[in-house]
């Protein structure tokens, strides 16, 4: 593993077992809420951002298809962390990330059913979901305008000196924690309100299908690559006819309907 160094961000490139395995033992104890673990790929590598610990690592692609093809023990603990484990793992736009991993690894990036809180978040989505002024929600943002939005993190005094064009990673991942953590909260402090618990369920379903067709699968509106959502004005006005449909049911019915406060609950969070 070595390492380039500064006060701010340590960048370590991970291309053996036991680079892997100090890797993954790192993230025991981690923080979900704020998240620590954000994701990126490049074309040789999957990049792990550790936010907690100031750490980029860059997991060689060609060592993690030869490792897993091997059986070999950390290896498969990665596996088993991106495809089901709890830890939350933020993604800006996981499509390209989960195409990677899945045509070159087989290692099928999924989130679970939208009654359950996803363990895959997509900065993109969050950002989608809360853009009030465009009610239509149909055009995706790009990293770079959530950046200048939503971020005022200076990337030099992070990155350390000396490494130039030799960083091998994007640099903008720096700034997914903070982006994050802003539309987290939003998304929390409208959980009360009007909608907040509608668009946690629209995000999860959303990305749940974005990971599914970069995985091969087919869902009308989704693309790998398509900067358009499938969220239009009438499909997010028939979507939340039917959530508001439940929720008078629910409540007509004492809970009987759908589980009341204890289904509601599902989805204070995303």
Not at 41 to 66: D, H
Not at 150 to 167: A, F, N, R
Request: aromatic content about 8%; charged content about 25%.
């Amino acid at each position: 593993m070595a390492l380039i160094s500064s006060e701010t961000i340590t960048v370590q490139r991970v291309a053996t077992p036991d680079a892997l395995n100090t890797l993954l033992q790192s993230f025991d104890g981690l923080p979900n809420n704020p998240a620590s673990l954000y994701l990126s790929t490049t074309a040789q590598s999957l990049i792990v951002y550790v936010a907690p610990k100031r750490t980029v690592s860059a997991i060689g692609l060609p060592y993690l298809m030869e490792a897993l093809r091997q059986k070999e023990r950390s290896a498969s603990a990665l596996r088993s962390l991106l495809e089901n484990g709890p830890a939350v793992k933020i993604f800006f736009d996981a499509r390209k990330t989960a195409k990677i991993l899945f045509d070159s690894c087989t290692i099928r990036l999924s989130n679970p059913p939208c009654t359950v809180r996803a363990h895959i978040h997509e900065v993109q989505m969050m950002e989608l979901a809360l853009r009030q002024s465009d009610t239509n929600r149909e055009w995706l943002a790009g990293l770079d305008r959530c950046i200048a939005r939503g971020s005022d993190l200076d990337i030099d005094v992070h990155i350390p000196d000396g490494l130039g064009g030799s960083k091998g990673f994007d640099e903008r991942i720096l700034h997914l924690p903070i982006l994050w953590k802003k539309y987290h909260d939003r998304l929390l402090a409208d959980r009360n309100g009007v909608g907040g618990s509608f668009w946690v369920a629209c995000i999860r379903e959303a990305t749940q299908k974005r990971l599914a067709v970069s995985c091969g699968e087919t869902h009308r509106g989704y693309g790998v690559d398509s900067a358009r959502r499938a969220w239009n004005r009438d499909s997010i006005e028939e979507e939340r006819d039917s959530w508001n449909d439940d929720v008078m049911m629910d409540h007509i019915h004492n809970g009987d309907w759908l589980g009341g406060a204890e289904h509601w609950a599902k989805f204070d969070i995303l």
